[in-house]
Nanobody, 120 residues
Framework: EVQLVESGGGMVQPGGSLRLSCAAS????????MSWVRQAPGKGPEWVSA????????YYADFVKGRFTISRDNAKNTVYLRMNSLKPEDTALYHC?????????????WGQGTQVTVSS
Protein backbone atom coordinates (compact mmCIF):
# COMPACT_ATOMS: atom_id res chain seq x y z
CA GLU A 1 0.00 0.00 0.00
CA VAL A 2 1.38 3.38 -1.01
CA GLN A 3 1.72 5.70 1.98
CA LEU A 4 2.90 9.29 2.01
CA VAL A 5 3.10 10.98 5.41
CA GLU A 6 3.88 14.68 5.61
CA SER A 7 5.20 16.56 8.63
CA GLY A 8 6.76 19.89 9.50
CA GLY A 9 3.89 22.26 8.98
CA GLY A 10 2.86 24.91 11.47
CA MET A 11 2.17 28.56 11.99
CA VAL A 12 4.85 31.07 11.09
CA GLN A 13 5.08 34.84 10.68
CA PRO A 14 5.51 36.40 7.24
CA GLY A 15 9.14 36.14 6.21
CA GLY A 16 9.65 32.99 8.24
CA SER A 17 10.74 29.54 7.19
CA LEU A 18 9.58 25.95 7.50
CA ARG A 19 10.86 22.62 6.25
CA LEU A 20 8.30 20.03 5.27
CA SER A 21 9.13 16.33 5.10
CA CYS A 22 7.32 13.46 3.44
CA ALA A 23 8.06 9.88 4.39
CA ALA A 24 7.14 7.41 1.68
CA SER A 25 6.50 3.68 1.92
CA UNK A 26 4.82 0.89 0.02
CA UNK A 27 6.65 1.45 -3.26
CA UNK A 28 10.17 1.77 -4.63
CA UNK A 29 10.72 5.43 -3.77
CA UNK A 30 13.89 5.85 -5.83
CA UNK A 31 12.01 4.86 -9.00
CA UNK A 32 9.46 7.66 -8.84
CA UNK A 33 9.50 11.39 -9.38
CA MET A 34 7.96 13.21 -6.44
CA SER A 35 6.16 16.50 -6.08
CA TRP A 36 4.50 18.88 -3.66
CA VAL A 37 1.05 20.34 -4.19
CA ARG A 38 -0.97 22.68 -2.01
CA GLN A 39 -4.57 23.61 -1.50
CA ALA A 40 -5.74 26.78 0.17
CA PRO A 41 -9.21 27.02 1.72
CA GLY A 42 -11.85 27.57 -0.93
CA LYS A 43 -9.38 27.14 -3.79
CA GLY A 44 -8.39 24.34 -6.09
CA PRO A 45 -5.11 22.46 -5.70
CA GLU A 46 -1.91 24.05 -7.02
CA TRP A 47 1.21 22.22 -8.13
CA VAL A 48 4.19 23.67 -6.25
CA SER A 49 7.35 21.77 -7.15
CA ALA A 50 8.69 18.46 -8.43
CA UNK A 51 11.92 16.50 -8.41
CA UNK A 52 13.00 13.62 -10.59
CA UNK A 53 14.20 10.25 -9.32
CA UNK A 54 17.86 11.23 -9.14
CA UNK A 55 17.28 14.70 -7.78
CA UNK A 56 19.06 16.42 -10.65
CA UNK A 57 15.99 17.81 -12.38
CA UNK A 58 13.90 20.16 -10.31
CA TYR A 59 10.91 22.30 -11.21
CA TYR A 60 9.04 25.05 -9.41
CA ALA A 61 5.86 26.98 -9.88
CA ASP A 62 6.60 30.64 -10.62
CA PHE A 63 5.02 31.76 -7.37
CA VAL A 64 7.64 29.89 -5.26
CA LYS A 65 10.76 30.25 -7.39
CA GLY A 66 13.65 31.60 -5.37
CA ARG A 67 11.88 30.94 -2.07
CA PHE A 68 11.23 27.18 -1.92
CA THR A 69 13.70 24.32 -2.38
CA ILE A 70 12.72 20.72 -3.03
CA SER A 71 15.10 17.86 -2.29
CA ARG A 72 15.02 14.14 -1.67
CA ASP A 73 16.95 11.45 0.16
CA ASN A 74 16.44 8.12 -1.56
CA ALA A 75 18.20 6.27 1.27
CA LYS A 76 15.55 7.58 3.68
CA ASN A 77 12.59 7.40 1.28
CA THR A 78 11.89 11.04 2.05
CA VAL A 79 11.23 14.17 0.05
CA TYR A 80 11.57 17.65 1.54
CA LEU A 81 10.34 21.15 0.84
CA ARG A 82 12.30 23.98 2.39
CA MET A 83 10.19 27.13 2.39
CA ASN A 84 11.77 30.52 3.01
CA SER A 85 10.39 34.06 2.88
CA LEU A 86 6.91 32.77 3.51
CA LYS A 87 3.96 34.98 2.61
CA PRO A 88 0.37 34.92 3.87
CA GLU A 89 -0.71 33.66 0.45
CA ASP A 90 1.40 30.54 1.04
CA THR A 91 -1.13 29.47 3.67
CA ALA A 92 -2.47 26.08 2.57
CA LEU A 93 -2.56 22.37 3.22
CA TYR A 94 0.61 21.00 1.66
CA HIS A 95 0.60 17.48 0.24
CA CYS A 96 3.42 15.45 -1.14
CA UNK A 97 2.49 13.43 -4.18
CA UNK A 98 3.93 10.57 -6.14
CA UNK A 99 5.01 11.49 -9.67
CA UNK A 100 3.76 14.85 -10.94
CA UNK A 101 6.90 15.99 -12.74
CA UNK A 102 4.62 17.49 -15.40
CA UNK A 103 2.09 18.96 -13.00
CA UNK A 104 -1.00 18.02 -11.04
CA UNK A 105 -2.33 15.71 -13.72
CA UNK A 106 0.73 13.52 -13.44
CA UNK A 107 0.30 12.70 -9.75
CA UNK A 108 -1.25 9.42 -8.70
CA UNK A 109 -1.07 9.30 -4.89
CA TRP A 110 -1.20 12.13 -2.37
CA GLY A 111 -0.55 12.19 1.35
CA GLN A 112 -3.02 13.62 3.85
CA GLY A 113 -1.12 16.88 4.03
CA THR A 114 0.43 19.17 6.61
CA GLN A 115 -1.02 22.61 7.35
CA VAL A 116 1.07 25.70 6.80
CA THR A 117 -0.30 28.98 8.14
CA VAL A 118 1.52 32.25 7.55
CA SER A 119 0.15 35.03 9.68
CA SER A 120 1.29 37.88 11.86
Amino acid sequence: EVQLVESGGGMVQPGGSLRLSCAASGFTFSSYDMSWVRQAPGKGPEWVSAINTGGDRIYYADFVKGRFTISRDNAKNTVYLRMNSLKPEDTALYHCARSGITGLGGTDYWGQGTQVTVSS
